[in-house]
């Protein structure tokens, strides 16, 4: 349900374009928010009720493919714990910085979400959740020859 906090245990998932992902490592820049934002954009994986991570990333490459304009080729994903995450940067931030996972679904993606108490410009912060990431995958299903 909206404004849902996001277990500790459980996993979110960002969209990284190209450019965040040079050679398909995922720089800070990735989360960072744009001047329009008010969180970070996430998708919440145990929302979705795949049977495995695989299943959850096809999921994801789905709604990426249906929801955005285009999904790059080398675009990723990349896949964190949220406890990890709000632990890493509550403990790593000088100002001691409580992140907030909540749940924000859209009409086309019910497992939309988004991190929260990110400021503009915050370099620190976004390289403390680079580190967290605890995988990465393509962000465009593969496409068979």
């Not at 906090?5 to 990284?16: E, F, L, T, V």
């Not at 409580?98 to 990110?118: K, M, T």
Request: glycine share 6%; hydrophobic share 35%.
């Amino acid at each position: 349900m909206k404004g849902d906090r996001i277990p500790d245990q459980h996993h979110i998932a960002r969209y990284c374009k190209a450019t965040q992902a040079p050679g398909g490592e995922i720089q800070a820049t990735a989360f960072m928010l744009r001047r329009e934002e008010e969180s970070l954009s996430v998708n919440w994986l145990e929302f979705l009720r795949c049977p495995n991570r695989e299943s959850e990333v096809a999921e994801l490459q789905r709604m990426f493919g249906q929801k955005l304009s285009r999904v790059g080729r080398n675009a990723r994903m990349a896949i964190l714990n949220v406890g990890v995450m709000r632990e890493t940067v509550l403990q790593g931030s000088p100002d001691a910085r409580n992140l907030a996972a909540l749940h924000a679904p859209e009409l086309n993606d019910p497992s939309h979400s988004g991190i929260y108490n990110l400021k503009q410009d915050d370099d620190l912060i976004a390289e403390l959740i680079r580190q967290t990431i605890i995988d990465t995958q393509p962000a465009q299903k593969e496409r068979l020859l």
